[in-house]
């Protein structure tokens, strides 16, 4: 691998110049970057922050030339050494991508081939661009991967994209992107909906690899801790509009725009929630006692002994009436599964009482009239709302299901639910899922999770993907609806500050097991448990002076293998007490 002369160290690799992008002809033409302007040095990272829509993403996919065909440029240049991108063909630009300006994309499931395995990927950039070939090619990959920390490479090489993990997947896109050692490295929302330790992980990495090969990173986010853990200099964008650029000093100190201050303003920030008020005992709504989910695994051969991944492990927990409760962890520890089980959405062991009745086994009707009491709100709104359906069918469908009402009644129901959820009724009822945006789509599955009166929700990450201020108007909403119906959350969420804003108590999970629970200032604020300081330590802050060392993250916290024998019968955890209802998982 060459390392640039580190006397080149300072020029300017990247120039954007005015550049304007549009989509469309005549009347129906619509300028989606206007006037954009900005330099990349070497060794230096560059932030474009900015909301969903800002332009962030076209404007960096207008660098590597990879704007889609409805998309024109009319005014601008992208200069890189001088050299203007813009004019260059399709194959000049092959040889420019990835060998000199490599990128990561947001979504590495669908950046990566499905159908090959990732060694084969590598070695096809390899190929492409001659840098080497056999066993040196081999040997480059493998060196590659051991410095983004991917573990058992040999094991990896001959995986396919479906059988890593979200964070070993971005950490492959970021070895393939730096597999010719670019001069640029453009990494565009390289840790949206990743937990915070994975997070801190892929930070870090891209941190040691630009100080390796003094590479220049342009950062496309809209998350302000990122921001502030990585950038020498912000542009911030508005819808197609580069509301202020400044080294991030100044930005984070003193403000130039209107909406920079509103960015920095919705952040949520953990330390900052207001404290909680005394509740009174109330009764309980959710019970759930020695839960247990278990996934039978496929044989690789006819003699091997039949294996089950215990995704949860003897999980107990109450939810009180009007409550919510938090949980929280990182990818794989059975978050999710725990909030389908509730659902009855897969088989179970344990007891889980909704309102005092148990579930476990309920079919039919019977499972249907408990789910007027229980309702989830999932991670993704658009994979959740039929794409053929119009919001006033969607929404008006649970009382179709459950025999509710005639059709003018369902009808003024579905126009109050949407007010409620702030939406305009009239102009909302007709419309499909995809003429709404994220945030939008959020309100219309929780309204739709309000049609029955439930008196439990179960939220998994609702608003994970969403921008801050859209974040902070669902949040708000959520804190609304619960006051005025008495509701109460399973919140399920990686985001410790969005927790400590929403929640009462929160309970940590790690490896399938409740590790510790307690109230919201007892878990976040003197966390107990290795794993739950582990967890804090990694979360970045949206302030210059709070900057985190995730170097100790980068070696990944050693998890309890999941995998079993069938018809493996694991221990309960044992809890201390370490004050009044802060319960902590005692090392076995």
């Not at 070695?123 to 081999?138: F, N, P, Q, V």
């Not at 950490?171 to 990743?194: F, G, K, N, W, Y």
């Not at 969607?394 to 939406?423: C, D, M, T, W, Y």
Request: charged share 20%; proline share 6%.
């Amino acid at each position: 691998m060459t390392v640039p002369d580190s006397a080149q160290a300072g020029k300017t690799l990247l120039s954007v110049e005015n550049l304007s992008i549009e989509f469309g002809q005549g009347q129906s033409c619509k300028r989606v970057v206007d006037d954009l302007s900005f330099n990349l040095n070497r060794s230096e990272t560059l932030c474009i922050a900015g909301e969903s829509g800002s332009g962030k993403s076209l404007s960096a996919l207008a660098i590597m030339g990879l704007l889609p065909k409805m998309a024109r440029t009319p005014s601008g240049a992208i200069l890189f050494h001088n050299e203007e991108l813009l004019s260059k063909s399709e194959p000049e630009m092959q040889n420019i991508r990835a060998k000199q300006i490599g990128m990561i994309f947001q979504e590495p499931m669908t950046s990566l081939n499905p159908i090959m395995r990732i060694g084969d990927q590598m070695m096809e950039t390899l190929k492409r661009h001659r840098i080497a070939s056999g066993d040196a090619a081999w040997q480059h990959i493998r060196s590659m991967l051991d410095a983004v920390r991917i573990p058992k490479v040999s094991e990896r090489l001959r995986q396919y994209p479906h059988e890593l993990s979200g964070g070993l997947r971005q950490r492959v896109m970021i070895a393939m992107a730096m597999l010719c050692s670019p001069q640029i490295l453009i990494a565009d929302e390289p840790t949206t909906a990743l937990d915070v330790t994975i997070q801190a992980q892929i930070l870090e990495l891209i941190r040691e690899l630009q100080k390796e090969y003094q590479t220049g990173v342009l950062m496309i986010t809209h998350d302000m801790g990122v921001v502030a853990e990585m950038a020498d200099n912000v542009v911030v964008m508005n819808r197609g509009v580069m509301e202020e650029t400044a080294p991030i000093r100044t930005l984070f100190s003193n403000p130039a725009a209107a909406y920079t201050r509103q960015l920095l303003a919705a952040v949520p920030r953990l330390g900052t929630a207001p404290p909680l008020s005394e509740r009174p005992e109330r009764p309980p709504v959710l019970e759930v006692e020695n839960l247990s989910v278990r996934y039978p695994m496929r044989k690789n051969s006819l003699f091997e002994p039949p294996r089950e991944v215990h995704a949860v492990d003897h999980v107990n927990f109450v939810l009180h009436e009007g409550e919510t409760l938090g949980l929280v962890g990182e990818s794989g520890c059975g978050k999710s599964t725990t909030g389908r089980a509730l659902m009855s959405m897969l088989n179970f062991e344990g007891s889980i009482k909704v309102l005092g009745k148990d579930i476990r086994g309920l079919k039919g009707s019977a499972l249907k009239a408990i789910r007027q009491d229980i309702q989830m709100v999932f991670q993704d709104p658009f994979a959740a709302l039929n794409p053929r359906k119009t919001i006033a069918e969607l929404v008006g469908e649970p009382f179709l299901i459950h025999g509710r009402g005639n059709s003018e009644e369902r009808k003024e129901r579905v126009a109050q639910l949407l007010s409620q959820v702030g939406l305009p009724e009239a102009d909302a009822m007709t419309r499909y899922p995809h003429q709404f945006s994220g945030g939008q789509r959020q309100r219309i599955c929780i309204a739709r999770a309000l049609a029955l009166n439930p008196k439990i929700i179960v939220a998994d990450e609702p608003v994970s993907a969403l921008d801050v201020s859209v974040q902070a108007q669902v949040l708000d909403l959520m804190e609304d609806l619960q006051s005025q119906y008495n509701l109460s959350y399973l919140f399920i969420s990686h985001d410790m500050a969005v927790i400590e804003r929403l929640c009462h108590r929160v309970a940590v999970m790690f490896g399938g097991r409740i590790v510790e629970i307690g109230s919201r200032d007892q878990v976040l604020h003197n966390p107990q448990h290795p794993y739950t300081q582990r967890l804090l330590s990694a979360v970045p802050i949206p302030a210059l002076d709070s900057k985190r060392d995730f170097r100790a993250l980068l070696e990944d916290s050693k998890a309890p293998d999941p995998i079993k024998p069938k018809g493996y019968q694991s221990k309960p955890s044992q809890y201390g007490e370490i004050n009044q209802g802060h319960w902590v998982a005692l090392e076995a």
